[in-house]
């Protein structure tokens, strides 16, 4: 089985194949070639300078010796020096992108401009001058050129690595305090393969052509030893005599050459995950089976859906006890404030949430709390924990990681397309709580089968793009909840998912709130939903808490404060009830400014002005 789907994977990758075809020829042609041509390769004649003809096909040297012959030969040692040079470069270059990613920001930066000044050195010029000053030789060329390659890996990894280092999936193993030589090998290094391995393609191209042309200008192999170079710096005198020596060693890089870009191209599809073509991706239908019946249609239907259900935190009509305290937050970049003295704290079973336009400050705020703050980005706080476990300081990473769950915005961008997701999904239970694999396998096909996640045994084999985004949400919901954390942390979990499936979303956050008394600290631009899913809802308008209001009051449309009934004219909802759909335009020091077609209001109606809808409100 597993056989016929790579024959599949092969024959659907031409570039792969021909790549293939052409290297592996070549390699039979420097294995075979030197035992079995050397004589006519290197044994002096009296027939020099022969043209080509029926004992010759290519003529012969000035000394007698077959022109192909010798090509063929030289075929062995060329592919053997640009091999191991490019094999030098990709591993030194590899290691140094990989430790200068992981360096401290002031020393990651000095090193990529001079990674940088190294690139922008030609690399001919480069390994002409570490040539000339080793001297000319086989050894000399090979180091010359590995050295030469080193910057072009080290940048590239660098480069991808950063791009990849915010991905959820490595924010998430960061919470789960993996440490940093793990999470390179783990979930950086396997998602930046395919470009290392186009440009270990593309290198080794170049490594050949180097090479060669040291060899060319008498700075590479020596006589008697002879590669391509060294056959077309011999046959110069001659080229223009006798053009057809020049023939086979020409012939040969090109056609070298072509070989191993092709391969790279084919390689780089093949361990793309994403390109396999494994098993086919389950029908969208199958994502909204399951014993919950989805909403029927509209936008509405996620809070309809909520309402019967009700808050845990609302229908209990108590504070609870502060499980999460945020007192006094401030987040800065340099001297940019983005989070600005914000208050609020969520007890056990309670759900607050954040609404606020883009850039208000809602994920940085939960990234603060979760300690996942990008570098150059600082919280102060005069208090910020979870029950006993300070937030501030350097909390203990197990703790962290079971206490705390997190299901991000991008369902497909939370997990690591290179692994399976039983892997990651049983990680936290395996590193975290001892469980043996198969025992965390088993839980988590039970977690999933509860949050309603169709064939979970299948799921668990299959890769992340093989699956629905609301299945995979689903499952990241599940994975959050294997440590059965204290809270959960939801940032936007709806926003990638059509509606239907944002209803059956929400629905088991809220039963995951009551059954285990989860706080939940859940971010959106959705007012509506959060209004049906929040016990406590606070308002954020540029890094500030404008209002505090609850979940209550934005269902019946009672809120008071300029900002949040602009947020509420803004929502499709309000047009479906009959209002006008209004752009928001309030700002925090422009008083007259109000959503067209909301009723006039001023700013005095401050969240110090309104009572406290959580403990601590600023
Ligand atoms: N690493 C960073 N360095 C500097 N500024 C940042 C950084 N990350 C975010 N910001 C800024 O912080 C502010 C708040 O961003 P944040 O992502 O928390 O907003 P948000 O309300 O979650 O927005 P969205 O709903 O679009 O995700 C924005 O102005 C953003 O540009």
């Not at 091999?83 to 360096?103: D, E, P, R």
């Not at 030893?225 to 110069?236: C, K, S, V």
Request: charged letters at 15%; one cysteine or more; hydrophobic letters at 45%.
């Amino acid at each position: 089985m597993a056989t016929d789907t790579a024959v599949r994977q092969w024959r659907r990758n031409p570039s792969l194949l021909s790549g293939a075809a052409i290297l592996g020829l070549l390699i039979v042609v420097a294995l075979v070639a030197p035992p079995l041509l050397s004589g006519s390769a290197e044994t002096l004649t009296d027939d020099a300078r022969l043209g080509p003809g029926a004992g010759h096909l290519l003529g012969t040297d000035a000394f007698g010796r077959d022109v192909l012959a010798r090509a063929l030969v030289a075929t062995r040692l060329t592919l053997l020096m640009a091999a191991a040079a490019t094999a030098a470069s990709f591993v030194v270059g590899v290691a140094i992108g990989a430790l200068v990613h992981l360096a401290p920001g002031w020393l990651r930066e000095t090193c990529l401009r001079l990674i940088d000044s190294a690139v922008a050195f030609p690399s001919l010029v480069l390994a002409l001058v570490i040539a000339a000053v080793l001297g000319p030789g086989t050894g000399s060329a090979i180091v010359a050129i590995a050295v030469a390659g080193v910057p072009g890996f080290a940048r590239l990894t660098a480069n991808l690595a950063a791009t990849v280092a915010d991905k959820d999936y490595v924010l998430t193993a960061r919470l789960l305090g993996v440490p940093g030589l793990r999470i390179l090998g783990r979930h950086v290094l396997p998602n930046i393969s395919g470009p290392l391995l186009v440009l270990l393609s593309s290198s080794f191209t170049l490594s050949l052509l180097d090479i060669s042309s040291l060899s060319f200008v008498g700075l590479g192999v020596q006589s008697p030893q002879y590669d391509w170079g060294r056959l077309l710096n011999e046959a110069l005198p001659s080229i223009f005599a006798q053009p057809s020596i020049v023939l086979a060693p020409s012939i040969m890089l090109i056609v070298t050459g072509v070989g191993a870009m092709l391969l790279g191209d084919g390689v780089a599809s093949l361990v793309d995950p994403r390109t396999r073509g494994t098993a086919p991706a389950p029908a969208r239908t199958a994502d909204a089976a399951g014993p919950a019946a989805p909403a029927q249609d509209g936008a509405a239907q996620a809070p309809q859906a909520l309402q019967a259900s009700g808050g845990a935190g609302a229908a209990s009509g108590t504070e609870p006890d502060g499980l999460l305290t945020v007192a006094g937050l401030t987040v800065r970049a340099g001297d940019r404030t983005l989070v600005d003295d914000v208050s609020f704290t969520i007890g056990a079973g309670q759900i607050v949430g954040l609404v606020g336009e883009s850039g208000s400050g809602k994920s940085t705020i939960a990234m603060a709390v979760a300690g996942l703050l990008p570098e150059g980005v600082r919280a102060n706080a005069s208090r910020l924990a979870l029950g006993d476990l300070d937030l501030l300081g350097t909390p203990p990473e197990r703790r962290l990681a079971t206490e705390i769950g997190i299901v991000y915005q991008d369902p497909i961008g939370t997990f690591n397309p290179a692994l399976r997701l039983g892997t990651q999904l049983t990680e936290v239970a395996r590193v975290h709580l001892g469980t043996p694999r198969r025992q965390a396998a088993q839980d988590m096909v039970r977690a999933l089968a509860d949050i309603h996640v169709t064939e979970p045994g299948r799921r668990l084999r299959q890769h992340p793009h093989e699956l629905s985004g609301g299945m995979l949400q689903r499952a990241s919901i599940a994975s959050a909840m294997t440590t059965n954390p204290r809270l959960l942390i939801a940032d936007e979990p709806t926003t990638a998912l059509d509606v239907t499936v944002q209803a059956e979303v929400l629905r088991q956050f809220r039963r995951i709130n009551r059954e285990h008394g989860t706080a939940m600290l859940f971010i959106s631009h959705d007012i509506g939903v959060v209004g049906v899913l929040c016990d406590t809802v606070l308002v954020l308008h540029g890094g500030r808490v404008v209002d505090r209001t609850t979940g209550g009051d934005l269902r019946r449309g009672t809120v008071t404060h300029p900002y949040t009934r602009a947020l509420l004219a803004a929502t499709p909802a309000a047009v479906e009830a009959g209002g006008t759909l209004s752009a928001v335009r309030w700002t925090a020091d422009a008083d007259a400014a109000q959503p067209s077609g909301a009723p006039s209001d001023d700013l005095s109606d401050t969240a110090a002005d309104r009572p406290p809808a959580a403990e601590g409100s600023r």
